[in-house]
């Protein structure tokens, strides 16, 4: 089984609507991350976890909030989507500088 | 954000060619990671180098951490065409454990 999940895989939302994406991992990592990939811009780190209830933000935090109740799972909310934030979210986790990422979630707000 | 210079930003292989690539800093790093991204899919790592002057090789690649930590190299032996995609450098320059990324470097097949 996959370490790393991610759900779901595609949504289509509409503007203004709340979204909320999952990530779950079988690793037991500290650490957890949410990534958007856009062209252009590679890869910008939007907040990360370094412990349950430990969270950060990253360089890109503008309009997303995350939480982790359990080690195993990171969620990040997008309070009230906009087009800006159609993209593709990685979520990725470690225990050190190795980074291990899930297949992705494809997002696009209407 | 900082971000990484990565290059070359595309490049055309033939099956069978030698491919170079490199990642440089203004800053120095504490750890240089290489990882590839095949269309759909998230990254995967392929090497990490954590010493300076490090030459470290996964089957067909190398890469080094170079002796200034500013800067590391990935090289691609005898290149197949499962080798298309994007690849990515990312370095730490901390105990934070977050990563500095490069743009990525796309390789694509010659037809």
């Known amino acids: 089984d996959a370490g790393i999940t991610q759900s779901p895989r595609h949504k289509v939302t509409e503007t203004g609507t709340p979204v909320t994406l999952r990530c779950h991992q079988t690793?037991?990592?500290?650490?957890m991350y949410w990534y958007r990939q856009d062209p252009g811009h590679g890869l910008r780190l939007i907040h990360y976890?370094?412990?349950?209830?430990?969270?950060d933000k990253g360089e890109v935090s503008d309009g997303y909030s995350v939480s982790r109740s359990k080690t195993e799972d990171f969620l990040l909310t997008l309070e009230s989507a906009t087009s800006s934030q159609t993209s593709v979210y990685f979520c990725?986790?470690?225990?050190?500088?190795?980074?291990?990422f899930g297949p992705g979630t494809r997002l696009t707000v209407t | 954000g900082q971000q990484l210079n990565q290059s070359p930003q595309s490049m055309f292989i033939q099956e069978g060619e030698d491919v170079s690539m490199n990642c440089t800093s203004s800053?120095?790093?504490?750890?240089w990671l290489w990882y590839k991204q095949d269309p759909g899919e998230g990254p995967v790592l392929l090497i990490a180098l954590y010493k300076a002057g490090e030459l470290t090789s996964n089957g067909r690649l190398t890469a080094q951490f170079g002796i200034t930590r500013k800067d590391s190299f990935l090289n691609i032996s005898a290149s197949i065409p499962s080798d298309v995609g994007i690849y990515f450098c990312a370095g730490a320059m901390d105990s934070n454990y977050q990563l500095i990324w490069g743009a990525g470097t796309k390789l694509i097949i010659k037809p």
């Open positions: 800053s120095i790093f504490n750890t």
């Open positions: 690793e037991n990592h500290r650490y």
């Open positions: 990725a986790t470690g225990q050190s500088y190795e980074q291990y």
């Open positions: 976890s370094y412990g349950v209830k430990d969270t």
